[in-house]
């Protein structure tokens, strides 16, 4: 059920970001998204690598004393946790302004953006306020807080920068990302109020005790975090070296779109599921039987997506940008098959990250990233942007199997008979949508693709309420909602 809450939600957050990311597009142009491209994940690197990831840390830990009766340890936790975010959050800052000029040779090639890198410190510093409040929120489990604080965020986020946009072009850009990460934590804040309790007072080394178990996981999650925010940030530089800024921005457009709206699937699911895998991390049993779940459900809802998106793959590209960026068709076609692989995957890896398995995580995502890295770089010099999406196809299906070697051996979690099952469907399913994407005809393509798009949902719809009765579901919610 929380899957399919966050998965509305979800909706219409990409539904925000679809009307954003057109009107930036026409605004400022390709070169001007590959800035923006280029801002965008250089802060994201930076908020990884200074958050020492409590945002997945924190989660961890107010979830297993909110599944407790007494809730004084999770109250406690909690003040504590607002505390550490503060700290982290100006230590970001401060980092921020004083390599700036670092940051804008790094990033662009030259010290042009010095200023806006220093200005950005404030978009570091409500993000890491605002990963302190989701944490808050899906640690105790106030699902529908958060739907609402991230609807809300992200609707403010769209009325408060498109202006900037609009008056000042790319000039706007860094003005547009402050206020965007601003009024996303102001929604977060006055969702998660009810959570706000009287000050403890805590000296230095008492706070540094009471958040030791959390920093130490989150320094775990820090490190890989800041792997995956790496390994994009150098495929940026390496197209921007070799592409130039127009490369980087359809590189962007392609990846937001394999990422984010395609991948709104995951972010709807983890939100629900992480929490509940930490609650029995320590049992192996109802470990295996949560995974085969969440992986069943994942990959049933990804692939009616995977088979709309490439039947009206042209038409969407040019809907969400422009004309021009209709050159990342190849990449987005092969990055959205691929997510059907990255949707077991995503199931398996939280398990690493529910079992506080340090080592064994921070070895896997160095690995991995290292290897995503080589593919995408190879790939692209070999075929371009296409290249790409290529690649990240190939990763995900090594990704997938190499976790599930990993989370077998080491867990004892294997993936029972109905789910494979199901996966091979899938499979062919997609399958069937990329090889009707080389129709020449258009009325022939459309027509077999239509249909295999239908017979997609239909076997998704099917197979979902045989597992969990949709009907009595949307039925129950229509009452409780009237």
């Not at 099952?421 to 062919?428: N, P, R, V």
């Amino acid at each position: 059920m929380a899957t399919t809450l966050f998965g509305g939600v979800q909706f219409f957050n990409t539904l925000i970001s679809v009307i954003k990311t057109k009107v930036i597009t026409v605004l400022i142009g390709v070169d001007g998204f590959g800035i923006l491209g280029l801002f965008t994940s250089t802060i994201r690197l930076i908020i990884d690598c200074t958050k020492i990831g409590l945002d997945t840390s924190a989660v961890k830990e107010i979830s297993e004393f909110n599944s407790k009766e007494d809730k004084t340890d999770v109250l406690q936790f909690v003040v504590v946790l607002n505390k550490v975010i503060w700290i982290t959050g100006i230590i970001g800052s401060l980092l921020t302004i004083l390599f700036s000029n670092w940051l804008s040779i790094w990033t662009f090639g030259n010290d042009q953006y010095k200023y806006g890198f220093i200005w950005l410190s404030i978009a570091i510093l409500f993000s890491q306020l605002s990963n302190g409040k989701t944490a808050i929120l899906r640690g105790t489990h106030q699902l529908g807080n958060l739907a609402k604080a991230n609807l809300w965020g992200s609707f403010a986020g769209l009325v408060v920068s498109l202006p900037f946009y609009f008056y000042l072009g790319k000039k706007g850009i860094v003005p547009a990302i402050i206020m965007g990460f601003v009024v996303s934590y102001l929604a977060f804040a006055y969702f998660s109020k009810s959570n706000q309790n009287k000050p403890i007072k805590l000296g230095f080394k008492e706070l540094i005790q009471k958040s030791k178990s959390m920093l130490s996981l989150g320094a775990t999650m820090s490190v890989t975090s800041l792997f995956v925010a790496l390994t994009l940030w150098l495929i940026q530089i390496y197209i921007r070296n070799h592409g130039g800024l127009e490369d980087v921005g359809f590189y962007t457009a392609g990846f937001l779109i394999i990422n984010a709206y395609i991948g709104m699937v995951f972010n709807a699911m983890g939100t629900d599921y992480f929490p509940r895998l930490s609650v029995i991390n320590k049992n192996n049993i109802l470990i295996n039987k949560e995974v085969n779940e969440q992986a069943d459900v994942a990959i049933l809802l990804i692939t009616p997506i995977i088979a709309v998106f490439l039947t009206f793959a042209p038409l969407i590209i040019r809907i969400l940008y422009t004309k021009e960026f209709l050159v990342i068709l190849g990449m987005v076609t092969f990055g959205v098959l691929g997510n059907l692989f990255r949707a077991v995957s995503f199931s398996l890896g939280y398990i690493l990250i529910a079992k506080g398995d340090s080592r064994v995580f921070i070895k896997t995502s160095l690995g991995f990233n290292i290897l995503m890295f080589s593919i995408c770089i190879l790939s692209y010099n070999f075929f371009g942007l296409t290249g790409i999406g290529m690649g990240l196809m190939i990763y995900y299906m090594i990704h997938f199997i190499v976790l599930k070697i990993l989370t077998n051996s080491l867990y004892g979690v294997i993936l029972n008979k109905r789910f494979y099952k199901t996966f091979l469907i899938c499979i062919a399913l997609c399958t069937l949508s990329y090889l009707g994407t080389l129709i020449d005809t258009n009325l022939f393509r459309y027509t077999t693709m239509i249909l295999i798009s239908v017979a997609s949902g239909v076997f998704t719809l099917l197979q979902l309420q045989s597992r969990m009765n949709i009907k009595a579901l949307l039925i129950d919610f229509l009452r409780n909602k009237n």
